[in-house]
């Protein structure tokens, strides 16, 4: 069984607690994620997501412009160690409704697990299924899997 190590990313985005969400919302855009971590001399002190920027500030009509990290990030960070099962955390992201997760060793910062990332890893997985189980079709109805279009071997 995989372990976390095996997919999470390790190019974490973060920012720090009185950086301003209109920063970290830019930083989340350019970088094409949708959530930063909120770190403090390498310490985590928090994660900020697309949801919490829409929820926390535009909803409730605050300014991204002068609102700081540290006043809408979420500081009960649901994190993995990064020597957890796959699928261990995709039962946590499930059963506590979150979409990114923090990876750590020893209680730092490593890496993160989107459920993008794990759903990628998942449908690679499914295709490698697939792949396996029409190869022993076509050997089973004697055919060369290897065998191409237009071409045959030796002749």
């Known amino acids: 069984?995989?372990?976390i190590s095996s997919l999470m990313k390790?190019?974490?985005?973060?920012?720090?607690?009185d950086d301003l969400v209109s920063d970290a919302a830019r930083s989340m855009s350019?970088?094409?994620?949708?959530?930063?971590?909120?770190?403090?001399?390498g310490e985590m002190k928090g994660i900020v997501s697309e949801r919490d920027v829409v929820t926390r500030v535009v909803a409730e009509g605050r300014d991204p412009a002068?609102?700081?990290?540290?006043?809408?990030?979420?500081?009960?960070?649901?994190?993995?160690?990064?020597?957890t099962h796959v699928r261990k955390c995709a039962e946590m992201q499930y059963a506590m409704g979150v979409r990114h997760l923090p990876v750590t060793d020893n209680g730092k910062p490593v890496g993160i697990l989107s459920s993008r990332d794990f759903l990628a890893y998942v449908v690679e997985g499914?295709?490698?299924?697939?792949?396996?189980?029409?190869?022993?079709?076509a050997l089973g109805e004697g055919e060369d899997?290897?065998?191409h279009i237009g071409g045959s071997y030796g002749k």
């Not at 390790?10 to 607690?17: H, L, S």
């Not at 499914?126 to 079709?137: A, F, P, Q, S, T």
């Open 1 to 3: 069984m995989a372990i």
């Open 10 to 17: 390790t190019e974490m985005i973060t920012v720090k607690p």
């Open 30 to 41: 350019q970088n094409h994620v949708g959530a930063v971590l909120v770190i403090e001399d």
């Open 66 to 83: 002068t609102t700081r990290v540290s006043e809408i990030s979420t500081a009960d960070v649901v994190d993995v160690d990064v020597g």
């Open 126 to 137: 499914l295709e490698r299924v697939i792949d396996k189980i029409g190869y022993e079709e």
């Open 145 to 147: 899997p290897y065998d």
